[in-house]
């Protein structure tokens, strides 16, 4: 009898706080917590409450029927362009509505430029911006800045990534046209100074003094990243004359280096990425290198990348799982980021996956047709609506009245 | 450097042979409001120019072949409201992804900068955009920074932003007056004024007060050839209490004031822009006043809008004129938004999608649609910059090698 008022209480408190949002009757793929299956997720807040078949969505502030779609974590894209770069696009219009959550600079801001960039546009940004910090103080602003090995200072790059763990995931090398491993090597130092991952985008010319073999197997740390993996010129992952996957590159990716797609206007073509598809070598990470030219004629966006890889073999779940807790895992943000499990930040992703005859292109405007396309309904950023192509969440004009603007 | 690039291509004429053409659309219906086409032609292009519009052009004359059959072929859309100063203020987007993937190969910024800091848009945005972008100078010198600088009449200089529109005649299309919340007439007389002195038009943004209002405005304040933007908006009122059209909007177009559209975040509404509709208070201009807000919810990209538009009743000619001669009239560029042999190649191709497609107005009600307007291909001073179908394109198997990979 003595418990019987504290039983009410509790009970009355959990049918007292209805959910904010609930999806229902979606598929979800939730590889994280491999889930794989028709369930509903609710949101309470910017969390996730609840992931489960049935749920009693009465009292609900909003209720979207998602039956027939594919609900996903938002997705994390590990390379793309924000700021410090020509070709930076601000993300909200072009991240948020391709379902992805998370993006991650890669390398546009240096240490001397990481402030500017912050208050620009990581502040001011719905989506979370995340940062690969580049090892040229300047960041990303061309040749002539970006060869200066001069402005590649470990000690100064450690110190700005310490200083801003909240946002700086690890550090980036990229388009360094000199001889020798300077900027690679100082990057890595840096790495090391700041307990943090290396993203490398080199050129491998003749004249560099620099081999893929020695970089993966020698120099590359378990850990660090090799973007730009479907390119011919960056890192020779496929040998050109025999079409085999290198013998190097499967012994780098079991020592622990990781190999992200970085699609781009230059590193995704279908001769490279089918041959490499074909023998088992797929990218440990989806993604876009999306910036003011790949966003174009390639559309190298997530749901088109994820198309692309399903279109040369690769399940949608695996996709999924390579776009969501793989990317999480290698910036050392799982499970924070990247799962639906319960009390985590409600980035949620709903794609419808179509049927039907789509043209896909590759970095040099190639085309390749396929039978499937993902794209992204709607998206959810910190429990928060923020795109809803199909206006799931809206009443019809004709019955809503004299309506205020409808959140 | 014009005549380097003639000498180049006659030397390159007897390689080519037969192939005079860069690009060729063939079979599409062709909607050419400012020519008076309505019909299936072939549109060819060569050296950034439309070369001919015409029936049956032999696709052998062409590099490069494009089958239209299931598409609208039309000029580049003018979007004469939206908002890339991408490095300016907060709200501001950037241009190409945003316009050119909606077909708009002509973008008017609104008023983001006045004379104090267009120069800096330009050089940072306009010059390096695919996207030609043209502006509204905004009457006040800051621009568009927030109702401190924006309720300021001494920011708003009539001289200097006349005689910034004059140095740049072939950028600054007209004067916008925004967001003014004072209740005198200082924005919209001043912003006349310059329009009236550097022989450009106004582009008013009105919030009526006691002792301001919206009948005054569009009979007295703004001459004919000026713009009122958000005119389906709250803030103005258009329609009676029994939903009917305000005879001082007939007498206003009838004097030759213009009625936009600029959607945006607050300004376009089923419950006004349906009953206008209805009674024939059509658009003359349909733009987005696209921004970081309303380019997510509601979606307010052009082919969006328009598609709003035809779910309402108008007629897919109407739409088009209203984002390519209507436009370009308004703006004063008549060579722009037209298909005409010898004009900049600008064209943009699109779906008219049916099925079942949800349409968010500012207040975010939806409206249940049935057809869908959306570019598949633009064209932009003769180059191909989205092509979301392949249509232009060759598929990799016929391809050769064309990396380092056979």
Known sequence: MKYFPTFLFFAGLLSAQPYDLVLKGGHVIDPANSIDGVMDVAVTGDRIARVAAGIDAAGARKVLDVKGYYVTPGLIDLHAHECGYSGSIFPDDSALLAGTTTIVDAGGPGWRSFDDCKARVIDKAQTRVLVFLNIVGHGMLGPKIEDNVEDMDPQKTAAKIKENRDIIVGIKTAHFGRPGWAAIKNAIEAGRLAD????????????????????????????????????????????????????????????????????????????????????????????????????????????????????????????????????????????ELGTLGEGRVADIAVFELREGVFAFKDAWHKKRLGSRKLECVLTVRGGKVAHDANGLGYPEWTSAGEYEVIE | MRRGLLVLTLLAAPCGAQQIYDLLLKNGRVIDPKNQRNAVLDVAIAGGKIARVAQSIPAAHARVVVEAGDYYVTPGLIDIHAHFDAQGADLNLNPDHNALRFGVTTAVDAGSSGWKNFEAFKSNVIDKADTRLLAFLNIVGAGMYGAEVEDDVAQMDVDAAAAMARKYPEIIVGIKTAHYQPADWEAVDRAVKAAERSATVAMVDFHPKPGRGYRELILQHMRPGDIHTHFYGRLTPQLDAAKKVQPYMWEARKRGVLFDVGHGSGSFWFRIAAPAIQQGFLPDTISTDLHKDSVMLPRATLTNVMSKFLNLGMTLEQVIACVTANPARAIRRPELGALTEGGEADVAVLALDKGRFALLDSGHGKLTADKRIRCVLTVRAGKVVWDTEGLSLTDWKEAGPYSNFK
């Not at chain 1, 993203?199 to 073999?213: A, E, P």
């Not at chain 1, 004359?241 to 290198?246: C, D, E, I, L």
């Not at chain 1, 590159?249 to 041959?275: C, I, N, Q, Y």
């Open chain 1, 196 to 335: 943090a991952p290396v993203m490398i985008d080199d050129k491998i010319f003749s004249n560099t003094g620099r081999t893929s073999r020695e970089k993966l197997l020698d120099i590359m740390r378990p850990g660090d990243i090799q973007t730009h993996m479907f390119n011919d010129r960056q890192v020779e992952i496929v040998d050109r004359f025999t079409g085999k996957v290198q013998p190097y590159a499967v012994e780098a990716r079991k020592r622990g280096v990781l190999f992200d797609l970085g699609h781009g206007a230059g590193s995704f073509l279908w001769p490279v990425a089918s041959k490499a598809m074909a023998q088992g070598f797929p990218p440990d990470t989806i993604s876009t290198d999306l910036h003011a030219n790949s966003i174009m004629l390639p559309e190298s966006d997530m749901p088109n990348c994820i198309s692309k890889m399903m279109l040369l073999g690769m399940t949608l779940q695996d996709a999924i799982a390579r776009s969501t807790v793989n990317p999480a895992k290698v910036i050392k943000r799982f499970p």
